[in-house]
């Protein structure tokens, strides 16, 4: 197929497309979520999308959830400085070892660099690989890519309330990296000694977030279960009374107790 007919069928299926999303149907009335009283956009002649209204699919397609909101610096941060020290600590480990050579596997084979200017057009799983292009250009370190796996991980274990689904958690690592990875920055002198400057940063959100938390569960799949473990352990270790011995907390009944008291 020539190129002059690729693009009449991408146009031709845009067209058709445009036109079903622009029908609404009267089967999608109400947003999925629970207390949400919008209505599906389906249902609107605004999309396809036949869960959620506008406000929670775009909230679903940033965050991974959409009910949960990602978590913020100051929740995740800690979980992520006790990854990063873990590894740091048994990088001698082979498991370990093989999650970092996974990561600068994906650094690797991301292909050329790319400016975060010129990924307008490019599919999802493209702009994935320019984020781990641009990971590698900037000498991240694949500790850091790990950690954020193993934060996320942890911060789920640790939050009763939290989202459990693989999805929510590969977004909220992918977040993370992608956070990481940073935009492209330029700056052009100019007459008068002025200075031109571009700043572009890439959304965060879509399926390249997919794509990028696929890529980082599968480097660290291997080392999730040791660090648990491990944390699990240390929290065995360190905390086994219930409570500080200055609290006052009601003590059992014993008959030497009782027996000194009389």
């Known amino acids: 197929m020539t190129d002059i007919g690729r693009w009449k069928r991408r146009a031709a299926r845009k067209a058709e497309v445009k036109g079903r999303a622009r029908e609404p149907s009267h089967m999608f009335k109400m947003c999925r979520v629970v207390g949400c009283k919008n209505t599906a956009r389906a249902g609107t002649g605004d999309g396809l999308d036949t869960r959620f209204c506008r406000s929670h699919a775009d909230h679903y397609a940033r965050h991974g959830s ?10 995740i941060n800690p979980f992520r400085r006790a990854a990063v ?6 990088e001698g480990d082979r498991v370990v070892a093989n999650a970092l050579l996974r990561v600068r596997r994906l650094y690797d084979q991301a292909g050329p660099y790319v400016e975060a200017f010129r990924l307008r057009g490019m599919p999802p ?5 320019a984020a781990w292009a ?15 796996w193993l934060a996320v991980e942890a911060k789920t274990a640790a939050d009763p309330q939290s989202e459990t689904k693989g999805e929510f958690k590969r977004v909220q690592a992918a977040k993370i990296v992608h956070r990481l990875a940073s935009g492209s920055h330029k700056s052009w002198p100019q007459g008068g000694g002025k200075t031109t400057e ?17 890529d980082i569960e599968q480097a660290a799949e ?10 699990t ?18 003590r059992r009944f014993s008959k030497r107790r009782s027996s000194s008291s009389v």
């Open 66 to 75: 959409p009910y949960h909101a990602s978590f913020k610096a100051s929740e």
């Open 85 to 90: 020290e873990w590894l740091v600590v048994n």
């Open 125 to 129: 799983k493209e702009r994935a690989k």
């Open 134 to 148: 641009r990971l590698r250009q900037h000498e991240v370190d694949p500790r850091m890519v790990v950690a954020a």
């Open 198 to 214: 571009l700043h572009v940063y890439p959304a965060s959100r879509g399926n390249v977030l997919r794509h990028i938390g696929e």
């Open 222 to 231: 291997l080392v999730t279960e040791r660090y648990v473990k491990a944390v």
């Open 233 to 250: 352990e240390t929290l065995g270790r360190t905390n086994r009374r219930a409570a500080p011995r200055h609290l006052a907390v009601r």
